[in-house]
């Protein structure tokens, strides 16, 4: 019954495509204006996009919105549509195309319409500002996150999140509390994961090494916690394993992001932006109640120094202000932006694969050749790995995949820079808790107006309405995207959905949204410059075929500098 509820909704969908192909833009029909609206759907979602087009049509009698849904990867022609003289009038972008699209001048600048809008359930002040600000640009300036130039209103957000397996933690008598991090009691300690000696709290079970494992699934882990609960669960190292690996990711921007290191950061020097993992200096973290000032700017407690400042450290360290700082350690040295690095390319590759000098892998994930056969989300609901950073989007599908299996799962906070005490207390430097960032990706959509649009106020409405609280009160029970209303994000009523596989601990979710930032995708006008050297990492390097030394001295990781001469947006990383 359900497959053939399934073959009727793709029916439908191509039914809907077909009659509705010739409706590009809006027009008037006996008194009310027409809009359609394109959405990347699928059959399963179908339901959800034509109830909230329904009621938008009745409550807005002047206005009849009609959906045309499109298939996966319709974005990739997106482009020839929106140079055409029928647009439709709504669209769905993704957040790594509004640079280059704002540039071609597809796009309708929206913020007039937001100037205007009555309607009181939509506020771009209650949405997440790493969610606005990413389709906020201007191609003259070429700065984007800048509070206006706004082209596009996301529609939720979607941050990477930890996916673990609850069935694998149990067989492994790993001991699951969910409890923040100021709401600990008694001689619970602010970890992630945590090996005691005797139980914190009663009725624990130990581990066959008589010692207690307790996984938090409020507090993120760090690096080191990270790789000693993966080898838990990877064969290589405990035959006992249910699971072939522990963890899995695609993504560096956890680990870099927490420590203040990026891929791509502006040299003022050169006027250009230049491909900055490899750089070998400190990252460096502000400790103290007093404020330091670095080469101009001023940093209070716990920011991060910027590329361009830290490297003004390394340059400056026999200046006496600088040498005062670092000697009085108000500046505390972080990981390097090539240590970051290291640390997560060791995560794939073998213990016997020289990753830099000196460091070898650790082997508690897949390698990108072993992905060839099979998809992250594949991995993690065969129970193959524990422990996956994938987006929250893809909850619904390993939710509905995982309860088909009947295998219980949940999600936590990525990972984050933290340092401890030897008795597992936080290490605290001037007073401050020697912690990076917490960090992690989104990959984002917002709703659009082609600048060839035939009726833009009626589409504007349409697009108050959808990414304002009604819509998004819709949109949420579909599990697939946090609401981009703060506000309704934080809300019991969200909170406590239990329809479509959502997670218990969702709000572990909505907080990482807190710390989520757009990609590299989507830092500049395209993603021309990504492909040379993330193609030799998730070939050689990652694989363990090429040390990260090799690496950077690899002639199309080398070319990746003179390709980045030719852009000239500004970077958004907020």
């Known amino acids: 019954m359900k497959k053939m509820q399934r073959i009727l909704a793709v029916v439908l969908v191509a039914l809907l495509t077909l009659s509705l192909a010739a409706c590009g833009g809006g027009e008037k029909t006996k008194g009310k204006t027409k809009v359609s609206f394109w959405v990347e759907v699928s059959a399963q979602g179908l339901d959800t996009w034509m109830k909230l087009v329904e009621d938008f049509n009745n409550t807005h009698p002047h206005i009849t919105v009609t959906l045309v849904p499109q298939s996966a990867g319709y974005a990739s022609g997106l482009s020839n549509t929106l140079r055409g003289s029928n647009p439709p009038d709504v669209i769905m972008v993704d957040d790594k195309l509004v640079k280059s699209y704002v540039s071609e001048g597809y796009l309708e600048k929206l913020d007039s319409y937001i100037a205007a809008d009555t309607n009181p359930n939509f506020s771009l002040d209650d949405m997440w500002e790493s969610g606005v600000e990413r389709f906020s640009y201007n191609p003259e300036t070429g700065y984007s996150g800048i509070g206006s130039d706004y082209y596009a209103i996301p529609n939720g957000i979607n941050p990477a999140i930890m996916y673990y397996n609850v069935d694998l933690f149990n067989q492994q008598s790993i001991n699951i509390i969910s409890i923040p991090e100021d709401e600990l009691t008694g001689n619970l300690l602010p970890h992630g994961y945590y090996v005691y000696d005797t139980a914190p709290v009663e009725g624990m079970t130990a581990r066959a090494d008589g010692k207690y494992h307790v ?237 060839n649009a035939k009726n833009k106020q009626a589409a504007w409405e349409f697009i108050s309405y959808v990414a304002g609280l009604d819509g998004q009160k819709e949109l949420m029970k579909r599990n697939n995207a946090i609401p981009n209303q703060k506000s309704l994000a934080y809300s019991e009523e969200y909170l406590c959905l239990t329809e479509n596989y959502v997670p218990a601990n969702r709000i572990a979710a909505v907080e990482m949204a807190e710390f989520s930032s757009v990609g590299d995708w989507a830092y500049v006008e395209d993603g021309e410059w990504i492909n040379g050297w993330s193609n030799v990492l998730n070939t050689k390097v990652r694989n363990g075929e090429m040390t990260l030394d090799q690496f950077f001295e690899n002639a199309e990781v080398i070319a990746t500098n003179e390709i980045l001469k030719k852009y000239t947006a500004r970077q958004y990383n907020g």
């Open 215 to 451: 996984f938090n699934n409020r507090i993120p882990m760090n690096w080191e916690e990270l790789v000693a609960l993966s080898k838990i669960f990877t064969k290589a190292y405990n035959s006992a394993s249910g699971s072939t690996y522990g963890f899995m990711s695609e993504w560096w921007f956890a680990h870099g992001w927490s420590v203040g290191a990026d891929c791509l950061e502006w040299d003022e020097a050169k006027q250009q932006y230049i491909f900055a993992l490899g750089d070998s200096n400190p990252n460096y973290l502000v400790t103290g109640s007093a404020s330091v000032t670095i080469n101009g700017p001023t940093y209070n407690e716990g920011d991060l120094l910027s590329y361009a400042d830290k490297n003004f450290v390394a340059a400056n360290q026999s200046d006496s202000t600088i040498a005062g700082y670092l000697s009085a350690q108000n500046l505390y040295p972080l990981p390097s932006n090539k240590d970051m690095f290291t640390e997560f390319a060791k995560l794939s590759q073998s213990t016997g694969a020289l990753v830099t000098e000196g460091d070898y892998g650790y082997a508690v994930s897949p390698t990108p050749n072993a992905l060839d056969a099979t998809s992250m989300s594949g991995y993690f609901t065969t129970g193959e790995v524990a422990m996956v950073s994938m987006e929250g989007k893809l909850g619904y599908d390993i939710g509905e995949t995982m309860n088909l299996l009947g295998k219980k799962w949940d999600v936590a906070p990525l990972y984050q820079y933290r340092e401890y005490n030897e008795d597992g207390s936080i290490k605290t430097v001037n007073g401050t808790n020697a912690f990076g960032k917490r960090a992690t990706h989104s990959y984002d959509y917002g709703f659009a107006i082609p600048a």
